[in-house]
């Protein structure tokens, strides 16, 4: 089931949200649970009460919020990366200085019922591919949601063990290599030496001794893996 939540102190507003919110769900025939609080403080509150944040979707007043409009922002990102947050905002000039803190969508309050609509969909949407293939990982960032199709490589270096994602984004993670494959879990995951595995679906080419990836990145094939590592990779193209 989905969790929504709204966190809005205008009551007014909150109906209209409850209203798109379950139309949306109903047409996409989601199963989904609503919780609205009309302050930061209770909302905060609950949070610690819940474990699993990979299925929530927060729909933000950030006009209503008493400490600096983004403080809030900045906590989700480090505490709380797999929910989705959606800023709600009367002020429009507000809409760039966002974008900061990376929120899923903005809704302009003027706006609210067609905007939503639309933000919900798409909210919508983003739990279905998060559902199919993700992982929650420890690292210096804190928790973070890891979606397999965004991972390019994990490699040890200098004895730690890092995620190079799209985007030019890394991870520095907890544990071992052997640690991170298993809890993955993922086929598409192809170890090519001691110290590195590849995302199958990035690789552009490969040779008995290296794998080159979409972005150019070419990454050395073990003499010992080479015969298993060329298997695996043929065997995955050949399922697509």
Same mark, same amino acid.
């Given at each position: 089931?989905?969790?929504?939540?709204?966190?809005?102190?205008?009551?007014?507003?909150?109906?209209?949200?409850?209203?798109?919110?379950?139309?949306?769900?109903?047409?996409?025939?989601?199963?989904?649970?609503?919780?609205?609080?009309?302050?930061?403080?209770?909302?905060?509150? *609950?949070?610690?009460?819940?474990?699993?944040?990979?299925?929530? %979707? @927060?729909? &933000?007043? !950030?006009?209503?919020? +008493?400490?600096?409009?983004?403080?809030?922002?900045?906590?989700?990102?480090?505490?709380?990366?797999?929910?989705?947050?959606?800023?709600?905002?009367?002020?429009?000039?507000?809409?760039?200085?966002?974008?900061?803190?990376?929120?899923?969508?903005?809704?302009?309050?003027?706006?609210?019922?067609?905007?939503?609509?639309?933000?919900?969909?798409?909210?919508?949407?983003?739990?279905?591919?998060?559902?199919?293939?993700?992982?929650?990982?420890?690292? *210096?960032?804190?928790?973070?949601?890891?979606?397999?199709?965004? %991972? @390019?490589? &994990?490699? !040890?270096?200098?004895? +730690?063990?890092?995620?190079?994602?799209?985007?030019?984004?890394?991870?520095?993670?907890?544990?071992?290599?052997?640690?991170?494959?298993?809890?993955?879990?993922?086929?598409?995951?192809?170890?090519?030496?001691?110290?590195?595995?590849?995302?199958?679906?990035?690789?552009?080419?490969?040779?008995?001794?290296?794998?080159?990836?979409?972005?150019?990145?070419?990454?050395?094939?073990?003499?010992?893996?080479?015969?298993?590592?060329?298997?695996?990779?043929?065997?995955?193209?050949?399922?697509?």
């Amino acid at each position: 089931m989905i969790k929504v939540i709204i966190c809005d102190n205008d009551t007014k507003y909150v109906e209209i949200e409850r209203k798109v919110i379950q139309e949306t769900a109903d047409r996409r025939q989601e199963e989904i649970w609503i919780d609205a609080y009309p302050n930061e403080e209770r909302f905060f509150e *609950s949070l610690k009460q819940r474990e699993d944040n990979s299925l929530c %979707i @927060l729909l &933000l007043n !950030i006009d209503m919020l +008493k400490r600096e409009n983004y403080d809030m922002a900045k906590i989700f990102n480090m505490q709380y990366p797999e929910m989705i947050v959606l800023f709600v905002s009367g002020r429009e000039e507000l809409v760039f200085q966002a974008f900061e803190y990376n929120p899923f969508w903005f809704v302009r309050r003027e706006k609210v019922e067609d905007e939503l609509y639309h933000a919900m969909e798409r909210a919508f949407e983003e739990l279905e591919r998060r559902v199919e293939k993700q992982t929650v990982v420890k690292c *210096s960032e804190g928790r973070v949601y890891l979606a397999h199709k965004d %991972i @390019l490589y &994990l490699e !040890i270096v200098h004895r +730690k063990v890092f995620i190079y994602l799209t985007q030019e984004r890394v991870l520095k993670v907890r544990g071992t290599l052997k640690g991170l494959l298993e809890k993955l879990n993922d086929g598409k995951l192809i170890q090519v030496n001691s110290g590195c595995a590849v995302n199958v679906d990035w690789i552009e080419s490969y040779t008995k001794d290296a794998v080159v990836l979409k972005n150019g990145k070419r990454l050395s094939v073990s003499r010992d893996r080479a015969k298993k590592v060329k298997l695996q990779i043929r065997e995955n193209w050949r399922e697509e």
